[in-house]
């Protein structure tokens, strides 16, 4: 019997996903797993051995030679074809550092402080929104349960209007939709889980996570550019919220009063 194919790790998902040749042939594009490029990106970008990108992507050596050598032929016969190349699909499950300290790779994460503080926009005359999940004005820790969010409309770095808007926890995909839908650029969160982070990243929109307290006080910390977050923690936090012994299996830590599952 085989054995079952280990999950590849990678530090976050490509920032660039589609390459199109100018003068394209008519055959289908490539696809490039996004495993294939983690191992391309930190075997011949970043010149780093076999082993080393084993290590870091927590498989075999044998597994990323053959990872390096498929990958390696399908960049091949885009090039030489002239066919798209698209990175998307494969196994894999994205770090956003969360396991930087254990990383025995030269991880990326590992040059950004722990406990980093977001870089406001200089917004200008235009108009951001930003979300936060509250309940009672304070942030609700945890993003995919948040039962509704405030949102700021800031210009010039100042909050010219405030609104709710209605979520009714029903978990980050459908979260993302509301907040696309409702033009939102900055989220400032509590606890949120690794599909989160990489959903809320491809939709463009910024995130500071592992903040507690008053929603407005937070908010007007950003403006200032003095708000600290801490993305580890806060993954960390959303994945230990399903294990509480108190709790009920969905993340609620025991706030029942919120949550949206059968008991």
């Known amino acids: 019997m085989p054995r079952p194919c280990r999950c590849r790790r990678v530090c976050e998902e490509p920032r660039f996903r589609t390459f199109l040749p100018e003068n394209r042939s008519n055959l289908p594009p490539v696809t490039l797993f996004i495993d294939e490029y983690e191992v391309i990106r930190i075997v011949d970008l970043e010149n780093r051995s076999h082993e080393e990108c084993a290590q870091q992507m927590c498989i075999s050596r044998t597994t990323v030679t053959e990872i390096y ?3 390696r032929t399908k ?4 090039v030489v074809n002239g066919r798209g190349l698209v990175i998307d699909g494969g196994n894999y499950q994205v770090c956003h550092g969360s396991f930087r300290q254990n990383c025995i790779g030269h991880c990326r994460w590992e ?4 406990c980093f503080s977001i870089s406001t926009k200089s917004h200008g005359d235009l108009k951001m929104k930003i979300a936060v999940p509250v309940k009672n004005e304070q942030i609700y820790q945890h993003f995919g349960m948040a039962a509704q969010f405030k949102v700021y409309t800031v210009q010039n770095d100042q909050i010219v209007e405030t609104e ?3 979520a009714q926890g029903r978990g980050h995909g459908m979260m993302l939709g509301l907040l696309t839908e409702n033009g939102i650029g900055c989220v400032i969160c509590g606890g949120i889980g690794n599909g989160a982070v990489s959903a809320l990243d491809q939709a463009g929109i910024e995130l500071v996570a592992g903040v507690s307290g008053s929603a407005d006080e937070a908010v007007a910390q950003l403006l200032s550019g003095e708000l600290q977050g801490d ?4 993954c960390e936090k959303s994945q230990h919220g399903h294990h509480h012994a108190d709790g009920c299996g969905c993340g609620c830590g025991g706030d029942h009063d919120d949550c949206q599952c059968k008991r």
């Open 69 to 71: 050598e498929k990958a």
């Open 75 to 78: 960049i091949a016969d885009a």
């Open 111 to 114: 040059h950004q402080p722990h």
């Open 164 to 166: 709710f808007i209605q």
């Open 231 to 234: 993305l580890r923690a806060a």
